[in-house]
């Protein structure tokens, strides 16, 4: 008997908190309502309605990427104001109670001319860098590539060896890897003490042992930066219908004419993709000498404060021009190898 | 009869089509478990390193197999991390600003997928062309905008909290942000027109369409870009240390203190068994590196599949 009393007594008591909630919720609807008649919302809707279908989806469009055009307006181009006007200028700080001070002309290029004629030992990390960021971004490409090729044939464990390609995405960051190199975990013993090295001295013309010798030297940088850009060729592949393939072995093409003639044609847009997403990141982790420098000098009191002793010796407008010194590799980068590659998938058009 | 039996065997060795021969397979899977092996190597070296006692870590005739296994480093590391305090405040720097980032890349999202307006595309390549402006470039002007950033008049104060986090990514401007906007973008272009016109139809205003039938329609999107955006935030060091200074120490952040520290000490000289600290040692730093690896490596395991889809479903390759 008492199994039923209880769970009457909750059901009693849930229908008195189920009513109570509904009072509510109507005292609420009908406070809603008056506000709404009373602050002219309600004729606005009335209003509204009456609008046409287009001016309609417009308006609910534009209310839906509010918080987006806000931050557009608020944040994003403001920041890309400062950064432009930042570069362009001699000192940058702040005195409290008067706002941020601007010193020299914008026209003057201070901090540009300073980089490239008196910093002669920046000057050397930014080349150093530009061509780090030159021999990494390809080589990551073409890995990605080879490993999307090879993870698209029928093999057993395609799903292990996926999720293993796939872990440095949720572990790379700069320190990370700056972290591998200063302990030299960013190649593999057995290439690093020489047995591969030598063989591919011995076997290769020198103008590819250089940039052979650089890939394994890094080997395990390059491999953990291609964990995305595998993902999307291996997704392009996927997409590719077979029939073609089938149609051209029936015409008695060979495994090495099917990569060049069908393959690779059908990825050139990836290739793209994967060469300008590799710059990017490649060129904002932080292991490099750029940002480190900028890292460092931007804010040297460590403060925040923006104040004018940041500006003694570096600070933040030289690390403004400096920041865009990199991004003007990174489109150096993109250019020139969308160039070499425009140049030569022509014969494919 | 030997011909024949020449011909099944290099049939079975070389395949009929280049790609399913014997000798295909044997050296697919060697080059995919040799790179995989590469691709770990760090971790496991970092593993096996981390398990070493002080005298295995000099010697330098041991590299991979501990003589004797300890798990002191671990210890160590736990206790000057203060382990429970940093995971607490990394999973607050990575939670909150991840909730914000879903949910206004989920309206953003819905408002350039659903609805076609006049603009439009202008509006998208204006948001893609930031995407490609490097992080580097915003560092020093975000802390200069941050410093008095007022939005429609309401002074907002973000420098030295979480907030310098969340707000701006309620307001699209989160880390990589843009990457979530083109997911739902991708999510709600692909759902079928007649489901919102029916509901148009039986009086569903636009705000009730959008909560009852597309937000349960793109569910792995929330998902995909939920986890995304937690691993990013978790990772974020450089931006956490500007934006918080000491108000909040997340694991990652730590771990760079003790790296400099033991790099500042160790700078120059060898390491001999009298100098080496008990506690600024490599075997430490490795156990403390693989402590902040931990919850990612977690997450990662149970939730691969959506990290992979992500690539997949956002729409970059292919259409």
């Keep these: 008997m008492r199994r039923i009393v209880i769970p009457s007594k909750i059901k009693d008591l849930w229908i008195k908190i189920h009513s109570f909630i509904q009072k509510v919720l109507g005292y609420i609807k009908i406070g809603f309502q008056y506000f709404f008649r009373y602050t002219g919302l309600s004729w606005l809707n009335k209003k509204f309605k009456l609008l046409p279908n287009k001016i309609k989806k417009t308006i609910y469009a534009i209310l839906f990427i509010s918080p987006w055009l806000i931050g557009l307006f608020y944040i994003s181009l403001p920041i890309l104001f400062k950064s432009v006007r930042m570069a362009l200028s001699d000192k940058y700080y702040y005195i409290t109670d ?59 464990g395609r799903g292990i060896f996926r999720t293993i390609f796939f872990i440095p995405v949720i572990l790379l960051s700069g320190n990370m890897l700056a972290n591998f190199s200063r302990n030299d975990l960013l190649t593999v013993p057995a290439i690093a003490n020489g047995t591969i090295t030598s063989f591919i001295t011995d076997y290769f013309p020198d103008l590819f042992n250089e940039v052979l010798l650089a890939a394994f030297g890094k080997i395990v940088l390059i491999l953990w930066l291609s964990g995305v850009q595998i993902l999307i060729f291996l997704a392009g592949l996927q997409k590719m219908d077979p029939s073609i393939y089938e149609a051209a072995k029936i015409d008695g093409a060979s495994m090495w004419e099917l990569f060049w003639k069908i393959t690779l044609p059908a990825l050139i847009p990836l290739i793209y993709l994967n060469i300008i997403y590799t710059t990017i990141v490649y060129a904002n982790l932080s292991n490099n000498a750029i940002v480190q420098i900028i890292n460092v000098h931007s804010d040297e009191s460590q403060t925040l404060g923006g104040t004018l002793t940041d500006e003694v010796n570096y600070g933040r407008a030289y690390s403004a021009a400096l920041s865009w010194i990199l991004f003007t590799i990174e489109l150096v980068v993109i250019g020139f190898y969308s160039l070499v590659i425009r140049l030569s998938s022509k014969r494919y058009e | 009869m030997m011909k024949n039996n020449k011909a099944k065997i ?93 949910l206004s890349s989920a309206l953003i999202g819905f408002g350039f997928g659903r609805f076609q307006f006049p603009g439009k595309k202008l509006l998208m390549g204006i948001m893609i062309s930031m995407f ?108 956490a240390r500007l934006y918080f200074g000491s108000n909040y120490t997340t694991l990652p952040m730590s771990l760079d203190s003790f790296i400099s520290m033991y790099s500042s000490m160790y700078s120059q000289g060898n390491v001999t068994l009298d100098s080496v600290s008990s506690t600024y040692n490599i075997g430490v730093q490795y156990a403390m590196t693989l402590i902040s690896i931990l919850p990612l490596l977690i997450v990662y395991l149970f939730a691969q599949k959506w990290f992979v889809e992500g690539v997949d479903r956002s729409g970059i390759a292919g259409n």
């Design chain 1, 98 to 156: 008067v706002g941020w001070q601007i010193t020299g002309n914008w026209y003057d290029f201070t901090q540009f001319k300073r980089i490239l004629m008196d910093e002669p030992f920046h000057f050397q990390q930014i080349i150093a860098t530009a061509q780090d960021i030159a021999i990494v971004v390809p080589l990551v490409v073409i890995f990605a590539l080879i490993l999307g090729l090879m993870l698209n044939q029928k093999i057993k």
């Design chain 2, 10 to 102: 290099r049939r079975i060795l070389f395949g009929r089509s280049g790609n399913d021969g014997l000798v295909f397979k044997v050296v697919l899977y060697t080059l995919l478990i040799g790179i995989s092996f590469i691709f770990l190597y760090p971790l496991l070296s970092m593993f096996t390193k981390s398990l070493m006692t002080l005298e295995d870590l000099i010697n330098t005739s041991i590299s991979w197999i501990p003589r004797t296994v300890t798990l002191q480093n671990y210890k160590t590391a736990f206790e000057w991390l203060h382990f429970g305090q940093t995971l607490l405040d990394s999973l607050k720097v990575s939670i909150y600003p991840t909730i914000a980032t879903v």
């Design chain 2, 132 to 239: 490609l402006i490097p992080s580097v470039l915003t560092y020093i002007p975000t802390t200069v905008l941050y410093k008095d950033l007022k939005i429609l008049g309401i002074e907002l104060n973000l420098m030295d909290s979480i907030k310098a986090f969340w707000v701006p990514a309620l307001f699209g401007n989160g880390i990589r942000q843009t990457i979530f906007i083109l997911i739902f973008y991708q999510f709600f272009r692909i759902i079928p027109d007649e489901l919102f016109e029916a509901a148009e139809v039986d009086g569903a205003s636009t705000l009730r369409t959008f909560l009852t039938i597309a937000i349960p329609m793109v569910a792995p999107a929330f998902l995909i870009c939920g986890l995304y955006s937690f691993v990013w935030y978790w990772n974020e060091t450089s931006l």
